[in-house]
């Protein structure tokens, strides 16, 4: 799969902007992180994929991928029912050092 299919879309919601903003220094037990970045991402994507994906089209370090899954929910249009789409959302926390000029 291509890399341009893999991401589908930046989410800029309020909340994905708070979450752009806020770094966290490190502790003792956990090395220190940047910014989460939320993306619309293909079905069929794993975390793996994202990540390479994400690094090579904005030229950042990614230090983690969280995924989830929303299913497509079932609307009626006039006489018939039918499903949207289902989606796959991907948040990914950035190295300190980089940041996404998109939020």
């Known amino acids: ?58 030229n950042v370090r990614v230090v983690d991928v969280r995924t989830s899954r929303r299913s497509g929910k079932r609307r009626r249009y006039r006489f018939k029912f039918g499903t949207t789409r289902e989606t796959k959302k991907a948040v990914v926390v950035l190295h300190p050092d980089y940041h996404i000029d998109l939020f």
């Open 1 to 58: 799969m291509d890399i341009y299919h893999i991401i589908r879309r930046p989410l800029v919601t309020e909340k994905g902007t708070h979450q752009s903003t806020q770094s966290h220094a490190a502790t003792r037990s956990r090395g220190g992180r940047g910014g989460s970045y939320t993306f619309e991402v293909h079905p069929e994507a794993n975390k793996s994929e994202i990540r390479n994906a994400v690094e090579k089209i904005y």
